[in-house]
């Protein structure tokens, strides 16, 4: 079973500030198997980036996927006051289907 | 409009049964592999259960097998999650969505790759087990 682990738990920044989220995953990820997700409270997930760096359709271009192997990561380039949630890494695998990191809350300064 | 709608959420004592349903619309339903993700009080993500476009594959997260069924009614456009035997660890938030894969060219690779991902989600459903 692969497991994802995010980093940091939380991210305190301010708007117009940068924020690079980690996925680090227990073994190697195919990297279109890899995607991220944006959690607002009280909404379900929304699709950010797919394929590991592939924006989902009306994503904004602040909004970047990197990485390959175990290592992955998602950058806001400028923080919008709407970007202000938590964030998923996911992977498809065969046993568990999907699996979830734990979460990366990004939180206003 | 793309849309998924989950229902039969509820209290429920331990022990008990409770069967949530989803309905689709705005896409060709029977095209596409379907789950359930849960979301615990304060919690991350945790995926339940996927089932393939016929019915005739199924898997499931090793916490919930042998006391949840997925199922799904194409001719209705409906999935399904029958839950028995139910814990105080099942209460969550339950939301259905769609399971995408897309076989396309992939420029880092330099070859035709497949990606997967969830790209469509409901709004969830409350589950509360307690006495």
């Known amino acids: 079973e692969i497991v994802l682990t995010q980093s940091p738990g939380t991210l305190s920044l301010s708007p117009g500030e940068r924020a690079t989220l980690s996925c680090r995953a227990s073994?190697?990820?195919?990297?279109?198997?890899l995607a991220w997700y944006q959690q607002k409270p009280g909404q379900a997930p929304r699709l950010l980036i797919y394929?590991?760096?592939s924006r989902a359709t009306g994503i904004p271009d602040r909004f970047s996927g990197s990485g390959s192997g175990t290592d992955f990561t998602l950058t806001i380039s400028r923080l919008e006051p709407e970007d202000f949630a938590v964030y998923y890494c996911?992977?498809?695998?065969?046993?568990?289907?999907?699996?979830f990191g734990q979460g990366t809350k990004v939180e206003i300064k | 409009e793309v849309q998924l709608v989950e229902s039969g959420g509820g209290l429920v004592q331990p022990g008990g049964s409770l069967r949530l349903s989803c309905a689709a619309s705005?896409?060709?339903?029977?095209?596409?592999?379907m789950s359930w993700v849960r979301q615990a009080p304060g919690k991350g993500l945790e995926w339940v259960a996927n089932?393939?476009?016929?019915?005739?594959?199924?898997y499931y997260v090793d916490s919930v097998k042998g006391r949840f069924t997925i199922s799904r009614d194409n001719a209705k456009n409906s999935l399904y999650l029958q839950m028995n035997s139910l814990r105080a660890e099942d209460t969550a938030v339950y939301y259905c969505?769609?399971?995408?894969?897309?076989?396309?060219?992939?420029?880092?690779?330099?070859?035709?790759?497949?990606?997967?991902?969830?790209?469509?989600w409901g709004k969830g459903t409350t589950v509360t087990v307690s006495s």
């Open positions: 705005g896409f060709t339903f029977s095209s596409y592999w």
């Open positions: 996911q992977q498809y695998g065969s046993s568990p289907r999907w699996t």
């Open positions: 969505a769609r399971d995408f894969v897309r076989f396309e060219y992939s420029s880092s690779a330099a070859r035709f790759v497949y990606y997967y991902y969830m790209d469509v």
């Open positions: 394929g590991a760096s």
């Open positions: 073994q190697s990820v195919s990297s279109s198997y």
């Open positions: 089932i393939k476009q016929d019915g005739s594959e199924k």
